[in-house]
């Protein structure tokens, strides 16, 4: 019995290691020539690395915000808007209780609609200032939003409850995306009790909507909203990221496409052609696939952007994508620059319907004249140079064009023109980005990674190859992660199911107990100190020191210690009583000599 623990525990060391990332090596699998990476290691559920929030009468932790000047983290609930400590999410600061009246519940189950489906999920969250939040709730299918003040860390609804179709999801499954910007409220999601009428609307300043078109929006399934701020605000702009049924193609079943849309904060839609609506409404169609395979990940599931930095890296759009038809078990991730967007927004050609016949209609790319300015375009300075000042200022006929023709024939091609991530057999469903920079002084991209059975992967994306350092299970039982938050400053990580919210932190360097297993992690935020004997947060740490070892790019452990060597190969693969962690480490060391000289 003993001896048979002994074999787990060792089994479970060794495979922990020698799961070496292999990302980059291309492994053919079964069925399909798909590579998928693996985690390294697997941490299983120990309440003691994470903090997590758990009280029976409070459930659908469905949106996160965080206010770095208080140290609070808001979270929206069913029925319920907390402040919890952004320190300890264990800690509850206030509650306040936000249900439907009972008229209210059993209008929405005469409607049909069940008792759960009947209660006020509050999926949306802005702050307003340091005192003030705003806040919707889908209370009980008949949205409403209102302000809640914070005095001395408690909540308190204020105001009137405000009607709000289009600004808040009627049903709290649907997906949705919002976001406040100069007062003003974004939101992407069904402006009716049925689900059947999308809309993107600009509410509580200078109310714009999108058409009900097909061409403008197809059975969407809204993903994110991001404001992408410049330093001149005019070329400010927001970027809706949604999946939608294709317009443009013909198929005995409708085809779901990944659409990135374009909108301008300082629209102010058309003076008579699109009156009220979007006069900067542009589309085009992402794509994340693997093309020797011409195999298409069409379905987007979040989108995340990581945020251009000081030393001049630029922002990037991170998205999850899955297939349409799920045969498939397979996940990737596409990263995408600003950049490419942009340019397919000011450049790209636009898309038009050609009828062939009664019942046939084509797709082509645009190939006539284009008015001037571009139709679907924000007021920038060539629009200001040609006298028009706004956009209620536009011709009829740039309006025209752009309502009619919102799709464009370019598409948005991803970084590389591959996913960075494949993964088999797990599906995710959020993620979050950070940037860290490596003791060689170059900036690392870390991605973190929400699963549907409640793992959190953390991903390190580095020259072209991508390798899965770690999977953290969040929860006791397997439940989807929902809201996943970053908090780089305090390198903290929270991260929200159906039932519970923890946090953590975005490394626990001391879970790697010699040097190989550190170096070998290639975590960025972790480094070998060889005076302390131990595996340290490299943050902090003096970069140009000679006695931390980290070698994020190739992970080369050859500067590892050689203590144990003697010990020799042939010994630990026998089993002869050696501490598993220096043998291992010995075997591994023997490993990399023999690859370095083979790749040499
Ligand atoms: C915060 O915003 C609310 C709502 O707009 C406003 O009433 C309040 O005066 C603001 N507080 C501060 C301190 O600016
Ligand atoms: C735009 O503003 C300029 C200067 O303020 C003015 O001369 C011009 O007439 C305006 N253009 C339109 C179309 O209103
Ligand atoms: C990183 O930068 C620090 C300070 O700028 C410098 O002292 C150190 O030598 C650099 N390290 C590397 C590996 O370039
Ligand atoms: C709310 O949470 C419960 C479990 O706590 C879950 O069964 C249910 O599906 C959730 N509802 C929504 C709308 O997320």
């Known amino acids: ?26 492994q053919v699998l079964e069925a399909e020539n798909i590579p998928s990476c693996t985690p390294r290691k697997t941490v299983t559920y120990q309440s003691g690395n994470l903090k997590s929030f758990w009280k029976r009468e409070l459930s659908n932790f469905s949106t996160l915000i965080v206010s770095e000047e208080t140290d609070i983290l808001y979270a929206g609930a069913k029925n319920f808007i907390l402040a919890l400590d952004l320190n300890d999410v264990s800690k509850e600061l206030s509650r306040e209780p936000w249900f439907s009246t009972e008229d209210r519940q059993l209008g929405c189950l005469r409607r049909g609609k069940s008792k759960a ?40 609804l204020r105001g009137k409850a405000v009607e709000s179709r289009g600004s808040c999801p009627f049903e709290p499954n649907l997906k949705y995306a919002s976001l406040m910007v100069d007062g003003a409220l974004y939101s992407a999601t069904s402006n009716n009790f049925l689900g059947t009428e999308p809309i993107i609307l600009r509410s509580l ?13 197809n059975e969407p399934t809204f993903i994110h909203m991001a404001l992408v701020q410049d330093s001149r605000k005019s070329a400010d702009r927001i970027y809706v990221f949604f999946t939608e049924t294709a317009v443009e193609f013909e198929f005995y079943d409708k085809i779901r496409v990944s659409r990135v849309a374009q909108l ?12 009220n609506r979007w006069t900067s409404f542009l589309k085009s169609t992402l794509v994340c696939s693997v093309p020797e395979l011409d195999f298409q990940f069409n379905v987007v599931q979040d989108v995340l952007a990581l945020k251009a930095a000081e030393d001049g890296h630029e922002t990037i759009f991170y998205g999850i994508f899955t297939q ?28 038009v319907p050609l009828s062939l016949d009664c019942s046939h209609v084509n797709w082509v790319p645009h190939r006539g004249d284009v008015p001037s300015p571009r139709p679907g375009g924000c007021i920038d300075v060539s629009a200001h140079n040609q006298g028009y000042n706004s956009s209620l200022d536009l011709p009829d006929q740039v309006l025209q064009f752009a309502r009619d023709q919102p799709l464009l024939d370019d598409t948005v091609t991803p970084i590389g023109r591959r996913p960075v991530l494949l993964k088999r057999g797990t599906k995710y469903t959020r993620l979050t980005v950070d940037r860290a920079v490596g003791l060689d002084n170059s900036s690392y991209n870390i991605l973190f990674l929400g699963t549907g059975n409640g793992y959190l992967h953390k991903a390190l994306s580095c020259h072209g190859e991508t390798i899965i350092i770690e999977e ?16 780089p400053k305090k390198g903290l990580l929270y991260a929200g199911s159906a039932s519970r919210l923890v946090q953590l932190p975005v490394a626990t360097c001391a879970r790697y107990r010699c040097c190989f297993d550190c170096v070998l992690a290639r975590d960025p935020y972790c480094a070998w100190s060889l005076p302390l004997r131990s595996c340290v947060h490299a943050a902090g740490q003096p970069r140009s020191s000679q006695d931390l070892i980290q070698s994020l790019r190739n992970g080369d452990a050859s500067r590892c210690p050689e203590e144990g060597r003697r010990t020799g190969f042939f010994a630990f693969c026998s089993g002869a009583g050696v501490g598993a962690c220096r043998a291992i480490a010995v075997c591994l060391k023997v490993w990399f000599r023999l690859i370095t000289v083979k790749a040499a």
């Open 1 to 26: 019995m003993r001896q048979g623990n002994a074999l787990v525990a060792m089994k479970t060391v060794v495979s922990a290691f020698y799961l070496l990332p292999v990302c980059g090596i291309i």
């Open 117 to 156: 489906e009947c209660q006020n999920y509050i999926l949306i969250l802005h702050k307003i200032n340091d005192t003030s939040l705003y806040v919707c709730g889908t209370n009980a299918f008949h949205p409403v939003c209102s302000y809640v003040v914070i005095d001395n860390e408690k909540l308190q």
């Open 205 to 217: 300043r200078n109310p714009l909507r999108t058409e009900f078109k097909a061409q403008w929006l």
């Open 264 to 275: 301008c904060p300082s629209d102010l839609g058309g003076r008579r052609v699109l009156k």
């Open 324 to 351: 349409q038809w799920g045969k498939l078990d397979i996940s990737a991730v596409c990263a995408f620059s600003l950049g490419t967007i942009r340019d397919v927004f000011l450049k790209g050609s636009y898309k």
């Open 472 to 487: 953290i299970q969040l929860f006791p039982s397997p439940e989807p992660v929902q809201t996943l938050k970053l908090v």
